[in-house]
């Protein structure tokens, strides 16, 4: 189906790990070959699910590969992730996930019990999130082929009503909302790899976030401009998308950006910014300044959402880009995440 | 966080601010290096540059270990690992460093194996549990690491380990320091002096900086407080028409040093007669050297290592950067060919390479902007 016109902007000779690591590689990987050999040109902003018509209905459709190792850590497990992943995509996207497929690549030799567990984790997160598994498929591949097991999911789900998103009508004056504390999956994963020496008193935040999103909606959904998952990549790269996105700067407060000790002690110490660091149970939402307050306290009032923020707002400048204002009043850049966050030296 | 907000106090800082507008004389420029990679990074990181008056320079040095590594020497760190049954290990710092044919972690997605380890040690437990395979430490950085790596040769000697060994790139900063000033194209007028390197050497390493060339050095902390202060410690003096050596951050820095730790590097390490440095070039008595007795441990006596020479791009500027004559953004290739993402210098590369920080934090950013925040 490429057609000679296809023009591939993506140069390099292979593949790496930092393709895959969410940031400004995965980006270039997704707008430099797939985007254009897959979806023709004409195509606009990506965003975390596809909204398809048939026949006059509205849906929404996602779908996410899960490779995590650890399977399991404190808070969470690979079947956890893989169910409110998809179903935190949908939500983002300003619809209510219904109908899962699941797709499992298992490693010959996997114990059964391992792979019974995490399809029991999957079973109570989606009765949790209130989604129907639908369907699935399995594939084994030989031992040393795979990490244990792999797990995609793709959901289809009903657009919520009274919200409209997208990155367009993002404006100067907007207000950036964060859900809770940030970088508490990412930091848990690396601590839970076992290579650091370091422990922490820390759980990953996987959870769904739609009920969040249907009480913003509820409360606010006409000033509901955007929403995003901040998962790889974090925080800072979510919002780098928004400002391209978007053509307008973002600028966030420091101080208003909630991070547990516990995180900012790790990444104090391995030299990673938590803006940088990934979550599974967090979400942003750029709300009109009118509702924005509103918003806040929908967010606030729900479980789950009481350590929510404004974090921030869009200002016509820097265009494209986002600053972060310090607590002394000096401001900083942050941009996207380039390749994988690695520990530092000294 | 205990220990750090203390040193990140709003209040503080913006006093320490005005103490440093007070102090600077508005009729005079002042040049001062912070020599410590870390301390670039942190300048950045919490825009401590939108704190100075525009008469208070700083000046990035040389202090990024990564940073002054030649290319040379992780080609020939990648060349020893490509043989069968072989793990490099190395800090993370070094994974993204790009060699002739790629970096670490393009090694890595090619099929060697790549380890990242957040201490020698690591590396040595590595080599404990993979007994077939021959563990390759790729050893980087300033007094500040040096003495983890002579521990951790003392301990595989003591152990008996026969599949570990240690690709020696440890480099001392007084050297570099010294270079630095006998650059005719350098003027400075002070030194925010190496945190950690101190907590190793002690602050008596650099009292020629004082005596000899007349410019004082104020050993520093990295938090914002522990800098400003540290300016704030420099400009009086200058004000004074003092050169002394000053301890800022002797809440972590004894004045005489780390005994133990000096102890250590000098029962594994020798100097170099000289050492390759990107940018700076040959430098005499500027790097170590593992000890005869402990060539079993030592990855160059151990194994023929090809000696790879490479000079830098042409037209990359990393050393005028690195010297602090150039600023990053006035060299030709930054944010074009070299960017984070694909470096073409090392400088690009770590966290506390200044061009990265620079990059990363400072560059495209308005002055404007922090009024639009609020």
């Known amino acids: 189906m490429a057609t000679p016109a296809t ?83 949908l939500a983002v996207s300003g619809a209510k996930a219904e109908a899962l497929v699941v797709t499992f690549v298992l490693e010959a030799g996997l114990p059964t019990d391992i792979l019974e567990a995490e399809v029991r984790a999957m079973a109570d997160a989606a009765e949790k999130a209130g989604v129907v598994i639908a369907g699935g498929d399995t594939k084994v591949v030989e031992h040393g082929k795979a990490d244990h097991m792999y797990v995609t999911t793709t959901g289809i789900g009903r657009l919520l009503s009274g919200v409209e998103i997208s990155p ?32 922490a008193d820390l759980r990953s935040d996987t959870r769904s976030v739609l009920p969040l999103v249907q009480a913003l909606v509820r409360e606010a959904g006409k000033g509901v401009r955007w929403m995003r998952d901040p998962t790889r990549g974090g925080v800072a790269t979510s919002l780098n998308e928004l400002a391209r996105d978007c053509g307008h700067g973002i600028v966030i407060c420091e101080e208003k950006i909630p991070v547990r000790d516990s995180v900012r002690g790790a990444c104090e110490l391995l030299g990673l910014d938590p803006l940088h660091i990934a979550n599974e149970g967090q979400f942003l939402a750029i709300v009109s300044a009118e509702l924005a307050d509103t918003a806040l306290r929908a967010l606030r009032a729900t479980p789950g959402g009481e350590e929510a923020e404004m974090i921030g707002q869009i200002c016509e400048q820097p265009a494209g880009a986002v600053l972060v204002t310090t607590l002394y009043g000096g401001t900083r850049l942050v941009d996207m995440l380039v390749g994988d966050p690695l520990p530092r030296i000294c | 966080m205990k220990f750090v907000d203390e040193f990140r106090s709003p209040r503080l800082i913006s006093r320490t601010g005005e103490e440093i507008r007070r102090l600077a004389d508005p009729n005079r420029h002042y040049r001062i290096m912070e020599v410590c990679g870390g301390h ?87 080599a404990r549990s993979n007994p077939e395979k021959h563990v390759m430490f790729f050893a980087i950085g300033f007094e500040t690491t040096a003495p983890s790596t002579a521990l951790t040769l003392v301990r595989a000697k003591a152990e008996g380990l026969r599949n ?96 133990a730790a000096l102890r250590a590097m000098a029962e594994v390490f020798e100097l170099r007669p000289y050492f390759e440095w990107r940018g700076l070039g040959f430098i005499s ?78 560059h495209r950013k308005p002055i404007a902007i922090a009024a639009a925040a609020n």
């Open chain 1, 7 to 89: 023009k591939i902007r993506f140069r390099e000779p292979q593949i790496e790990m930092a393709h895959g690591a969410g940031g400004k590689a995965s980006r270039r990987l997704v707008e430099g070959l797939f985007a254009p050999i897959l979806f023709g040109a004409g195509q606009g902003p990506l965003g975390d699910a596809a909204h398809i018509q048939i026949n006059g209905t509205r849906i929404a459709m996602t779908t996410d590969s899960f490779v995590v190792k650890p399977l399991r850590f404190p808070g969470g497990s690979i079947g956890e992730l893989a169910i409110n992943g998809t179903v935190n995509d």
């Open chain 1, 168 to 199: 367009g009508s993002v404006r100067p004056g907007d207000k950036v909302l964060l859900s809770g504390p940030i970088g508490d999956h990412g930091i848990t994963i690396l601590l839970a790899r076992g290579d650091l020496d370091l422990e």
């Open chain 2, 40 to 126: 670039t990074h942190a300048i950045y990181r919490f825009g401590l540059k939108d704190l100075l008056p525009s008469n208070v320079e700083l000046i990035h040095g040389p202090g990024c270990p990564v940073c002054v590594l030649p290319m040379g020497r992780i080609d020939d760190g990648l060349s020893l690992a490509a043989e069968p049954n072989f793990i490099f290990a190395a800090f993370g710092d070094m994974m993204r460093v790009p060699g002739t044919h790629g970096s670490p972690l393009e090694y890595k997605a090619r099929g060697m194996d790549v380890r990242i380890v957040y201490s020698p040690t690591d590396a040595l437990k590595l």
């Open chain 2, 164 to 259: 570990f060994s240690v690709f020696c790139n440890h480099v001392t900063i007084i050297p570099a320091i010294r270079a630095i000033l006998d650059s005719p194209d350098m003027r400075l007028d002070g030194f925010v002096g190496p945190g950690h390197v101190s907590t190793v050497i002690g602050c008596r390493p650099y009292d020629w900086i004082a005596k000899d060339e007349g410019k004082p050095v104020v050993v520093s902390g990295f938090e914002p407080l522990d800098i400003l202060q540290s300016i704030v410690m420099l400009l009086r003096q200058l004000r004074k028409g003092e050169a002394k050596v000053e301890n800022q951050y002797k809440r972590v820095v004894p004045w005489e040093g780390n005994r």
């Open chain 2, 285 to 362: 008595q500027s790097a170590l050297k593992i000890r005869a007795s402990y060539a079993a441990w030592d990855s160059e006596q151990r194994f023929s290592v090809p000696g790879v020479r490479v000079t830098d791009p042409k037209a990359a500027q990393c050393g005028e950067v690195l010297k602090g004559v150039l600023k990053p953004a006035q060299c030709k290739l930054f944010g074009r060919e070299c960017t984070p993402e694909q470096p073409v210098g090392a400088l690009m590369v770590s966290s506390e390479g200044s061009c990265a920080a620079y990059f990363n934090y400072e």
